[in-house]
């Protein structure tokens, strides 16, 4: 695997061009370019803020930001896993006529996602700074913000290992990217980007079951992601649970955190290991 | 001078065929126990050695091996078996234009192409110039590629491939996409190319052709190699074997 990593340092340029290429074409036959980049977000914090500050009114101040520090990772892990599925094969007649490391092609959608959900980021913290300005109170600045790189790290680690896993499999194996699509449906209701981590804990069920069912919960590392986002970036809010009540905000246990690096990075591991025992099947396969 | 610069020893290439042709989760589950995988043997054991400054061409009919064999020695295939070592920057021209992405102009395709060929954008902004000017492509160079005729998209992908300083280049039958003209002006960089040093390996069924630029010439037959030569002597056994070969 080190001669495999010496080899894709070598080529970094073309991974460079690879990513900027990616970063042109999405937008290359649209009138408004690269600017969809920024405006997509906006139109995303505009609809949340008018649905949950508006028209549900949940009651907790500055809702739609809860939302979407958990929305944003969430759709950048979603994104890189769709796009992803399709990277080796879109360069199929590519890879039958040219030698260069295959792993940038995954790595190339990976990282082009990652620059959108940067600029998704900034678009947050110009968000959480109008709203500072009209509400004096909500602080947009916590003290946790300073662990976003290291959120983010993780959350590219994550994404690269599902991205290299992904992409393998759906080569052999068009039906992994229909899996792989119900699958990221599935888990955007298991994981707390429309609800709070303290509303899990305070279902019924939860508490009848001794708290098992939060634990099994988070063993979903998305949905660990989703609140290490929200807890790092914004204040600690009351949730209201069960109707009228409220609940405090509830920490999570450390261990869950753990876990969240612990399988980002064996991913990111396997994932690289697996997409390089393959490889060079992907043009042949039958 | 005259080190060995391609080195083939005993190459072995079988592929899996799947007779049911798609490949899916469904077929692997229902069918795991009885996949019907034919082994075809498209290499059977072929050593070859091109040294340096040599131009060899490869012949033979169909089927025989020889896309295999280029496609082998630009790494896009693994031997099954056997060893291949490649001393020195290759540049393969298996498909003019293959890399090329529709929707770039021009301009941005050989910065792609060039990166994946193995240069750095400030050396590929150096050759800029001589890349456009040799392709005659003028100011079409910044519209997308996909407007490009396919002559058009073979000059660009030439003029790319010979300018970017490789040891090797490995040609499959592909100079006959460009007018006249530009086949002679392919043929006089490929002179160039080649008195500075430079190896060539090529497959083309047009055997005035290889007897022309070749200096030796290897027969493929059903995997195996049949002759290895100066030109005329194995054109002439091949033609001798079946005349329709020409």
Request: net charge positive; charged share 20%; with cysteine.
């Amino acid at each position: 695997m080190l001669k495999e990593l010496k080899e894709l340092w070598g080529f970094r340029e073309l991974l460079y061009v690879m990513v900027q290429r990616e970063l042109r074409i999405r937008y290359k036959n649209s009138i408004l370019g690269i600017f969809w980049s920024f405006l997509n977000p906006v139109v995303q914090v505009g609809v949340m803020t008018l649905v949950f500050g508006r028209i549900l009114n949940i009651g907790v101040p500055s809702y739609s930001a809860y939302i979407l520090a958990s929305y944003l990772p969430f759709m950048f892990i979603q994104f890189c896993v769709l796009d992803s599925a399709q990277s080796v094969l879109a360069s199929l007649p590519l890879i039958k006529k040219i030698y260069f490391p295959r792993e940038i092609l995954p790595l190339a959608t990976v990282i082009s996602n990652f620059i959108h959900l940067l600029i998704g980021f900034g678009v947050f913290f110009m968000f959480l700074l109008i709203t500072f300005l009209r509400h004096p109170q909500v602080n947009p600045f916590q003290i946790g913000t300073l662990m976003l790189p290291a959120l983010l790290l993780v959350s590219l680690m994550m994404a690269i290992g599902l991205g290299f896993l992904v992409s393998a499999l759906n080569t052999f194996y068009e039906d992994v990217k229909y899996v792989a699509g119900i699958a990221m449906y599935l888990l955007f209701f298991l994981s707390p980007v429309m609800y709070f981590t303290e509303q899990v804990a305070a279902t019924g069920a939860n508490v009848e079951s001794g708290n098992w069912l939060f634990r099994i919960y988070h063993l979903n590392p998305l949905a660990v992601l989703c609140t290490a986002y929200r807890k790092a970036l914004l204040a600690p809010v009351d949730v209201p649970i069960r109707g009228a009540e409220v609940s405090p905000p509830v920490d999570l246990n450390p261990l869950y955190y753990v876990w969240l690096v612990v399988f980002s990075f064996g991913t990111m591991i396997f994932g690289y290991w697996f997409f390089n025992r393959v490889k060079w099947k992907f043009v042949e396969r039958p | 001078m005259n080190k060995t610069m391609i080195e083939m020893k005993g190459v072995r290439k079988t592929f899996l065929l799947s007779k049911s042709g798609i490949a899916s989760i469904k077929t692997l589950l229902l069918w795991w126990k009885r996949r019907e995988l034919a082994k075809l043997d498209v290499l059977k054991g072929v050593d070859l050695s091109v040294r340096q400054g040599e131009c060899v061409a490869v012949i033979g009919k169909n089927g025989a091996g020889k896309s295999t064999l280029l496609s082998l020695l630009a790494r896009i295939y693994k031997p099954s078996d056997g060893e291949v070592t490649i001393h020195g920057r290759v540049a393969p021209l298996l498909e003019l234009g293959a890399g090329f992405h529709p929707d770039l102009s021009g301009l941005e395709n050989i910065y792609f192409n060039g990166v994946i060929l193995g240069l750095t954008r400030e050396q590929i902004q150096a050759r800029l110039p001589q890349i456009v000017e040799f392709s005659e492509l003028g100011d079409h160079i910044g519209a997308p590629v996909r407007t490009y005729s396919s002559g058009m998209q073979a000059r660009l992908g030439f003029s790319v491939a010979v300018h970017v300083d490789a040891e090797i280049l490995i040609v499959d039958e592909v100079l006959a996409v460009g007018d006249y003209n530009f086949e002679r002006k392919c043929f006089a960089k490929i002179d160039e190319f080649r008195k500075a040093g430079g190896t060539i390996l090529l497959v083309s069924h047009q055997l005035e052709l290889v007897k022309k630029i070749a200096d030796r010439v290897v027969w493929l037959k059903n995997g195996i190699v049949v002759q290895d030569g100066s030109a005329d002597e194995v054109v002439a056994a091949y033609l001798a074997e079946d005349p329709a070969n020409n």
